[in-house]
Structure formats: C-alpha cells, structure tokens
C-alpha cells in the first residue's frame, strides 16, 4: 500500500519527474538520469493526486498560520543545512549525494558561470524549504509543482484530472478564472499552494535581493513560466522578475554529477556568504 504521507521513493523523484515534462536542450536524455520502473512511475501519480486533492486555499492559510510562526527551531543556516541531511535517501539512483552536497553543486555551478554572489547564494539555500519533512508534513505539502490557490485550476497544471476531488472545484468564491483576486494583481497578492518554496520565501525575504526571492517563490510554478498559464494574474513587474526564474531553473535541475563537492574547502565561503546576507541565526 502506498504511503499517503510519502508515496514517492524519494523527494528527488518529483525533479526528475520535472525533467521528463520538461527537457532543456543539451542536456543529457532523461532516461539517462534515473530508470524507475512503472509501480515507482506510479507514485508521481499518487503523490499528485493528493497534492491537488489536499491543496486547498484553507489548507494554504492553515499551513501559514502554523509554520509561518517560525516556533520549531532555530539554528545558524549551516546548521539547518545539516539538519536538511537528515533527508538523505538510498532509493535515488542519480547520485549518492547528501541534500548539502547537491545545493553545493548547485551553488557552484551558478558561481562558475559568474553569477552575483546573492545569486550563488540562492543556489545553496533553495531546498532548504524541504525540512518541512522533518516537522511531519507529507511530501505533497514539501515538494511538487506548485499553482496559485482561491482561483481556477489551470489544465496546463501536471495531471490537472486530479483537482476533480478538490473542494475548491466546486466552491463559486474559488473556481473562476480570477477566483479571490482581480486581474493582473500581481502574484504579491496571490496565494500559491504550500510547500517548500513558500516556506524559505518567507524565511528569507527580509534579506535577500528581490530576484533572488523570485527564484526562490517561484522556481516549482512551471505552469506559468514554462507554460504562461497565469499571466492574467501576473503584473508587468512579475513579467519581469520571472526572468530570473528561468536562469535559475536550468541550475536546480541540471547540476546533478557524481563528483562530490569537497565540503570543507567550500565551508568558509559559503558561511562568509551566509554572513553577508544572512543573520547569525534563522527561525524555523
């Protein structure tokens, strides 16, 4: 029986589910990242039909009321890092890395092609979001692509069959094309479906340049920036700011190697780096 909580194998399952839907040129085929079975193929299935049943505009509001506290934990960044290893997961036979190592190939691989250092930073820093996991929340409320909620779904969302069993489908307050909002609003005043992105955006946006938490907010909404699904929502300055959504995303997905980083030479840097945008300590 599948696990409702955990129905993927692995949390990097759903990335690699990305990278089928969506291939960047000049990269390596899909097949060659991971070769799961059909029964494994068939928890993306399920991990989407709970996150489309159980994504609700209540069950956003719940779930900023709660973690949105910031009442788990505090720890100093490098630390939640380490507290995100606790993740590590055998099943993902792409790479045997770490959660740290692999935001660290991230991360260098956005410096090596002379990025600004925020925008280094954002590389390390963007799965952190995910130890939500380890407060017990189910994967469809930590990873997945993520959509605006309190308005239609759009058919161009993976697997939009799914929100059949959405009470929102058939709320008249939630299921226009505009819903709660009014058009061109602007995605500040939207409310997107919760999970890791929403989570380190609100972490974080107190300190980090403004592209930087686009890329954050918005890296899993592939239904708008690979599909321009809700630009009646979007404003002229979220057109704009979405530009950096698309530099970053090719880094997040594409940036898997078998050749670990060496942490403690990288250490230093990027504790400097956490330094310079960062307080001593963040809340959780």
């Not at 690699?16 to 060659?32: F, L």
């Not at 991990?47 to 509001?61: A, E, G, I, P």
């Amino acid at each position: 029986m599948i696990d409702q909580n955990a129905p993927l194998a692995s949390l990097e399952l759903w990335e690699d589910d990305v990278i089928s839907r969506y291939p960047e040129p000049d990269h390596k085929a899909k097949e060659d990242y991971r070769n799961y079975d059909t029964p494994e193929r068939d928890t993306v299935r399920e991990f989407y039909r709970l996150n489309h049943t159980y994504q609700t505009y209540d069950f956003v509001q719940e779930k900023k009321a709660n973690f949105l506290a910031f009442d788990k934990k505090e720890l100093p960044v490098w630390s939640a890092m380490e507290f995100l290893n606790t993740l590590v997961d055998d099943s993902d036979p792409d790479t045997d890395l770490d959660q740290l190592q692999h935001l660290l190939q991230t991360a260098e691989a956005i410096r090596a092609d002379g990025h600004p250092d925020w925008f280094v930073l954002t590389g390390f820093l963007h799965d952190m979001g995910k130890v939500l996991c380890l407060f017990g929340e189910p994967q469809w409320a930590v990873v997945g692509d993520t959509f605006p909620v309190g308005c239609k779904h759009s058919d161009k969302i993976v697997y939009p069959e799914f929100f059949a069993a959405n009470p929102d489908s058939y709320d008249e307050r939630y299921n226009t094309k505009y819903g709660v909002y009014k058009p061109n609003c602007g995605l500040k005043n939207v409310d997107m479906s919760w999970g890791h992105d929403e989570y380190l955006y609100h972490i974080t946006k107190d300190y980090l340049p403004e592209p930087a938490l686009y890329m954050i907010r918005y890296h899993s909404f592939y239904s708008q920036h690979r599909e321009h699904a809700y630009n009646h929502l979007l404003d002229d300055h979220d057109h704009e700011m979405f530009k950096w959504v698309n530099k970053f995303n090719p880094y997040d997905l594409y940036s898997k190697s078998p050749k670990p980083p060496v942490v403690s030479e990288l250490k230093p840097y990027y504790e400097d780096l956490i330094a310079k945008y960062l307080p001593a300590t963040i809340r959780l």
